[in-house]
């Protein structure tokens, strides 16, 4: 079968295809034939050897995971409830950029018939992500919330579900003036440009100068300490991810909490493992949202498998309004 693979680290011309043997699951596993996988930051981090989280231990040649879609191709040993044909969607870290790849059962989200495949990508990761940060930080009805990158992945389903949600007021940041109007066009109601060296003043006079209740960070390093810095009394940071780009995750200051804020950190397999019935509501919440039209993933671009070079380059240009897709 036809991969994606890299040898080394570096620039995204050293993603190349590659003839690989189909792999067979293993007890607990499931092989999807795959129709449609996401392209994130996380992959563009950890082809340049700055993703800084402590489970990517790779061994070359690697081929990169992400949000998968497909069907089912065969079963391993001991699952149950899966059977070849199924259409499902998955996360997996390593070995997505491929036309099949093996994942755990466990991770297995039902992707339905009718949803087209490089939308229906942001259901098993992306999307889901986006669903627990605004649970993790508790998001009340008619509070204001702050979504940094609110043009990406993650952002523009967040800003989505804040708004089903009753958020009152979504204040979302981005660069360029196009992603700053499609932020809007999503729900936003007001976007800052994060590269301005006021934004957070900015924010600060968007909410009369109370701050935001939440404040949804992927970004971190120093974006973090201003956003804990913004925060309403009471208010609530919820971290998820760097694509800011620095290894080192900022120091937040005791003295910066003392106003009654909260920081607190999220990832999907914690989420999964730790909080199982709700995750498994948020599978079922999101899914109905995306069937129903209520919640649109938007693709930016759909590039050929063998293109996958070309898709790190629109993300790391910051060029994308919403998902880029690999189509095998």
């Not at 397999?269 to 498994?280: D, K, N, T, V």
Request: zero cysteines.
């Amino acid at each position: 079968m036809r991969a994606i693979q890299f040898d080394r680290y570096g620039a995204p011309d050293v993603l190349h295809v590659a003839e690989r043997p189909v792999p067979e699951p293993g007890p607990g596993q499931v092989r999807i034939a795959v129709e449609a996988v996401s392209v994130g930051h996380a992959q563009t981090q950890m082809r340049r050897e700055v993703f800084p989280a402590p489970m990517w231990k790779p061994e070359f040649p690697v081929v990169l995971g992400g949000d998968v879609v497909g069907r089912i191709s065969a079963v391993g040993p001991d699952v149950t409830g899966l059977n070849p044909g199924d259409r499902v969607g998955a996360f997996t870290l390593y070995g997505a950029y491929a036309e099949q790849v093996v994942v755990d059962a466990a991770t297995v989200v039902p992707v339905p018939e009718e949803l087209d495949a490089a939308e229906a990508a942001v259901l098993p990761g992306t999307g889901l992500i986006a669903l627990g940060i605004l649970r993790t930080g508790q998001l009340a009805k008619d509070e204001t919330v702050l979504v940094h990158a609110a043009a990406g992945g993650v952002g523009h389903i967040a800003v989505q579900l804040a708004r089903a949600a009753g958020a009152g007021r979504i204040i979302g940041t981005a660069g360029e003036p196009a992603k700053r109007e499609f932020a809007r066009a999503v729900g936003a109601d007001a976007v800052v440009d994060h590269r301005s060296p006021h934004w957070a003043e900015e924010v600060r006079e968007l909410t009369e100068g109370r701050g935001p209740d939440l404040i949804l960070d992927g970004v971190g390093a120093e974006v973090l300490q201003q956003g804990v810095r913004l925060l309403a009394p009471g208010g609530r940071l919820v971290f998820y991810g760097s694509s800011g780009g620095e290894l080192e995750i900022p120091r937040v200051s005791v003295m910066d909490l003392i106003g009654i804020k909260y920081v607190t950190g999220f990832a999907l397999s914690a989420w999964r493992l730790g909080r199982p019935h709700e995750y498994a509501a948020g599978v079922a919440e999101l899914t109905r949202l995306l069937a129903e039209g209520q919640v649109k993933s938007a693709v930016h671009a759909r590039l050929p498998l063998e293109r996958a070079a070309e898709a790190h380059t629109l993300l790391e240009a910051r060029a994308q309004l919403g998902r880029v897709v690999l189509i095998p």
